[in-house]
């Protein structure tokens, strides 16, 4: 029979130099991952850059990578951006044929239906389609026509007023009023994967590379 010492708890006093303690390893906390904008989300990927060289260099190297819905900012107007972008046709001369056609024709038929079937009048026994008269008010009708139809044309293809845009939620765009120039690669392009895309726009040495969220 063990002795009543041997026991656990009998009062046997154990003092630190018998008492052996393994440290374990401190294990790191779990941290967890940068939470990430959905792509679904996305407008597309930002460059910031600092000059407008560096802006339409940019530019064309992103529509010679095979990128199309891309837009650069600025500013002011830089000629080159736009061919660099590969904008190089636009409808606004059409819509503005169109609206002084629509305008001449209009004055003209205008002044036939007063002067034949409305209200005709015979003056010194001329024709009631005396046709070399109506040119005046024909001349003006095509031209005002013709400016209403550039100014409200201008504003449709260019979707204004626009009181709300996507690239209006990144951080430093205010800068494109003042003295910086961005370019973006829209989500909806046919080419767009956002890892590539970061990283080609990356490789472009923009001061900044943000995403635009919708």
Avoid: C
Avoid at 16 to 40: C, F, G, H, K, Q
Avoid at 129 to 137: C, K
């Amino acid at each position: 029979m063990a002795d009543e010492k041997d026991k656990p708890g009998s009062g046997e006093e154990y003092g630190a130099d018998d008492i052996e303690i393994s440290a374990s390893p401190r294990l790191p906390l779990p941290t967890s991952p940068r939470p990430r904008v959905p792509v679904s989300s996305l407008y597309g990927v930002m460059a910031e850059f600092d000059n407008p060289s560096h802006l339409v260099a940019a530019a064309r190297r992103t529509y010679e990578a095979g990128y199309r819905r891309i837009n650069g900012y600025s500013p002011y107007p830089i000629e080159e951006l736009w061919e660099a972008i590969g904008f190089h046709h636009t409808r606004l001369p059409l819509i503005v044929l169109i609206g002084g056609i629509i305008g001449g024709l209009g004055g003209f038929l205008m002044q036939y239906y007063l002067s034949v079937f409305d209200y005709p009048l015979n003056v010194g026994g001329k024709p009631f389609n005396s046709w070399p008269a109506f040119i005046p008010i024909t001349f003006e009708t095509t031209i005002l026509s013709a400016a209403f139809a550039a100014v409200f044309g201008m504003l449709a293809l260019n979707k204004l007023p626009q009181p709300y845009h996507p690239v209006f939620n990144a951080p430093n765009f205010r800068l494109a009023t003042r003295d910086h120039f961005f370019l973006v690669i829209e989500a909806n392009d046919p080419l767009y994967d956002h890892d590539e895309v970061v990283l080609f726009m990356k490789s472009l040495e923009p001061k900044e590379v943000t995403d635009v969220e919708v």
